[in-house]
């Protein structure tokens, strides 16, 4: 086998075409909402490197303005991505129920939010997709 370098950027790049094509198509919702995700962690890394916030950063500000309270960024990811559909995508304890209720559609409707927003910031809207 031969190994290849790959760029992070160009990984969440097609992650994230890969999941708006499924989306578009109105093909597995669940595929969309992990596919989103993974883009969407690693576009947040790299807006972070480049000193710019990230669609979390300026969620966390959001609850600042409404409440008065900022949340910590740990806290907040956890909870974006719970609303997102992504924890229940990729985690599964011995404790956790074999079966989930999840609204998909509006789901990857978040999670497509999160990493195309993220992509905008860090590539401009005209390379968008």
Known sequence: MTETRYNKRDIAKLQLMTAVALFLKGMDRSSVITLAGAAGNILDR???????????????????????????????????????????????SEEDPETVELDLEKMAINALTRAVTDYIKLEGQKNLL
């Open 46 to 92: 790299l807006l972070r490197n480049e000193g710019k916030d990230p669609f979390l950063d300026y969620a966390c500000d959001v609850q600042h303005y409404l409440t008065g309270f900022r949340p910590k960024r740990g806290t907040y990811l956890h909870h974006i991505t719970t609303v997102c559909g992504i924890n229940a995508h990729k985690h599964m």
